[in-house]
């Protein structure tokens, strides 16, 4: 079975060639989905689905969005990033570490006793993480608070959020989603992971959170709907976001849970649990190169 | 005996700190008025932010601005931001290591009329038991305003637990606080009273009359019941032999629980009682009434101590 880390942490040249779109955008998303199938199977617990639904959403903020600095992740400048829906950490870690925050090879250790990256992130050692999350809902808050920082200092950094559509039945959210609009955090922009799934079923079965858009709309929120896998799509929708003033924006981002495997696509029972060795083979092996299956 | 509102003091020592240092912002959730913190909010607009009725919002939000450097004092009533928020506090705040001070009022069955809903008896233990976690309860005004000038300096998060009636005023301007360190307030032979917020004036005035009747009782104020003063603990048992524990709070989790905790792990043999609301929801009621209801007054105190001393496996150091 091949364990071979995907190609290694983004170096200058390729930096050049991103700028310069002849990047190769899809292999960079097929490495990161073959990092996070990698390391749930080598840790034998975690979040596939949700983890595999972010991926591009989370290429077009730390790639190529957000103005943030690996070496320096405590740069007062920085954009942030809060994953509120703590459990996609394989995701983010994968993307973390393929922008310098920490070595690649660290990623191995994810949920080892010997190794610092946890189930869920934690902030106080993995660098990169501006608080922890896991118990869902505290996301939009917390990157309201800094919003509100950023506004106090004048400081012209931006905030993102990602928030699971299951998450959104948590009461917090919508108490954070009146203040960032009381407060006009138009340096706000929050992500929505619309996998329609949860965990023990359908959103829409569980319960409902339709008609979403409208929601976010009547609390004083710019909305928008894209395609959460179209990089070309998020980067169009973050670069609108920038130009809303006076009020928070949202992108509502149609993605499919368990992308890019497909037998782990649109199923309920990848939520939380990593592929077994024979199914990573398999995994790896639609991931192996050219087009997305 | 002079009075002095914990909540006033602290709005007032907010003020103060507010006009030096400008990382301190403040949080309320639509209860300023009663914890005083609109006194902040009239002097500094900007720094201040209501957050509406929505205690967990408010918690997460302050570690967000904790993140940029700012210290956000916090306030709301206990029972709300200990009780309400606690997931908030546990993930955002003590896990996250964020610089945040959580400084609730209205704690305690002497909130009174508003009854059990209102009244925390529960705050101290839910705040204790979690991680990096400091709790503070002032024993009269003076000593919260050295509590909050201590904790705008300290880095790490803070619970501090004020009331809402008036405190009999124990301290002088010359006192001084440290995090961690209890201080004695009368020295004694037969026993020790220690007592946190309202319970420490009970306190001083249950040693007095124990004095008249020939009775020696050392009085500690335990303010910070985390990190607890184990020395002082250790030495009151071994100079003292018998233990009275006072809090307005439950006998479970709180200031008992702590110092029974002490002594348990020690080996001095020690007779401990716990002076405390005992594993019961309050009733509406005036605060005086509800002290002596609830077990809480002074003759309850002389009964404690008398009871501990008999309980001593050794004579009395000076009997
Ligand atoms: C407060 C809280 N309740 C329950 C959970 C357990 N849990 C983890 S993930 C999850 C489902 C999340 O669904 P969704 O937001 O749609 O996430 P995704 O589909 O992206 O995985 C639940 C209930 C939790 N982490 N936090
Ligand atoms: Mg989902």
């Known amino acids: ?293 | 005996m002079a009075m002095l509102g914990t909540r006033d003091v602290y709005g007032d020592t907010l003020v103060k700190l507010g006009a030096k240092n400008k990382d301190i912002v403040v949080l309320d959730a639509d209860l300023s008025v009663s914890t005083r913190t609109a006194k902040f909010a009239e002097a500094y607009p900007e720094r201040f932010f209501n957050m509406g009725i929505a205690e967990q919002d408010m918690i997460s939000t302050a570690a967000g601005l904790a993140t940029c450097g700012k210290i956000p004092f916090v306030s709301t009533f206990a029972v709300f931001l200990a009780g309400r928020a606690w997931d908030q506090v546990r993930q955002c705040v003590c896990y996250s290591e964020k610089n945040v001070k959580l400084v609730s009022t209205h704690a305690g069955i002497t909130v009174g009329e508003d009854s059990a809903t209102h009244q925390a008896n529960e705050d101290i233990a839910l705040m204790r038991i979690l991680p990096n976690m400091t709790v503070i309860c002032p024993a009269d005004g003076i000593e919260t305003a050295r509590v909050i000038e201590t904790v705008a300096m300290h880095k790490g998060p803070v619970y501090v637990r004020l009331a809402r009636c008036k405190f009999p005023v124990i301290y002088d301007e010359n006192y001084r606080f440290r995090i961690g360190k209890s201080d004695m307030i009368r020295d004694g032979s037969q026993a020790t009273i220690i007592a946190i917020g309202i319970m420490v004036s009970h306190a001083i005035e249950a040693a007095k009359r124990l004095s008249e009747e020939g009775i020696d009782v050392r009085v500690i104020n335990m303010s910070t019941v985390k990190p607890i003063d184990v020395k002082a603990i250790h030495k009151a048992a071994l100079e003292t032999g018998a233990i009275v524990t006072a809090e307005e709070h439950s006998i479970i989790g709180g200031l008992g629980s702590a110092v029974s905790e002490v002594i348990g792990e020690s080996n001095i043999p020690c007779p401990i009682k716990r002076i405390g609301v005992k594993d019961c929801f309050g009733v509406s009621g005036k605060p005086e009434e509800l002290l002596e209801k609830y077990c809480l007054g002074v003759k309850d105190i002389i009964e404690a101590a008398k009871d501990a001393i008999k309980r001593r496996s050794r004579p009395c150091p000076s009997a």
């Not at chain 1, 073959?34 to 199977?41: A, C, E, G, S, V």
């Not at chain 1, 994810?110 to 869902?136: A, D, K, M």
């Not at chain 1, 928030?163 to 954070?176: F, R, T, Y």
């Not at chain 1, 368990?258 to 398999?282: I, Q």
């Open chain 1, 1 to 293: 079975m091949s364990m071979e880390t995907g190609s290694a942490l983004i170096n200058k040249e390729e930096r050049v060639k991103m700028v310069e779109k002849e990047f190769d955008w899809d292999g960079l998303a097929r490495d990161i989905r073959r990092d996070i199938l990698r390391i749930l199977t080598k840790a034998g617990s975690g979040h596939t689905g949700g983890s595999l639904s972010i991926v591009e959403i989370l290429i077009a903020l730390y790639f190529k969005k957000m103005r943030h600095r690996p070496d320096n992740p405590d740069w007062p400048d920085r954009d942030r990033f809060i994953l509120s829906k703590g459990h996609g950490a394989p995701a983010l870690y994968s993307v973390l570490a393929r922008q310098g925050y920490f070595r690649l090879s660290e990623l191995d250790s994810l949920r080892c006793l010997c190794g610092r990256l946890q189930g869920h992130p934690y902030c106080c050692n993995t660098p990169g993480v501006e608080i922890s999350t896991g118990s869902l809902g505290q996301g939009l808050s917390v990157a309201n608070g800094i919003a509100m920082a950023g506004k106090l200092d004048q400081r012209l950094y931006r905030v993102y959020a990602l928030l699971g559509d299951g998450e959104l039945q948590e009461g917090q959210v919508w108490e954070a989603a009146m203040t960032s609009a009381h407060y006009r955090l138009d340096n706000l922009c929050a992500l929505i992971d619309y996998n329609k799934l949860q965990i023990d079923g359908p959103v829409c079965k569980i319960m409902g959170i339709e008609p979403v858009g409208e929601k976010w709309k009547a609390f004083g929120w710019a909305v928008r709907q894209i395609d959460g896998h179209s990089l070309d799509e998020i980067m169009d929708a973050l670069d609108w976001a920038e130009r809303e003033k006076g009020r928070p924006s949202m992108i509502i981002c149609n993605t499919v849970k368990g992308k890019g495997v497909s037998f782990m696509e649109n199923k309920v029972d990848y939520h939380g649990v990593a592929p077994t060795p024979r199914e990573l083979e398999l995994a790896l092996a639609e991931l192996s190169g050219g087009g997305d299956a």
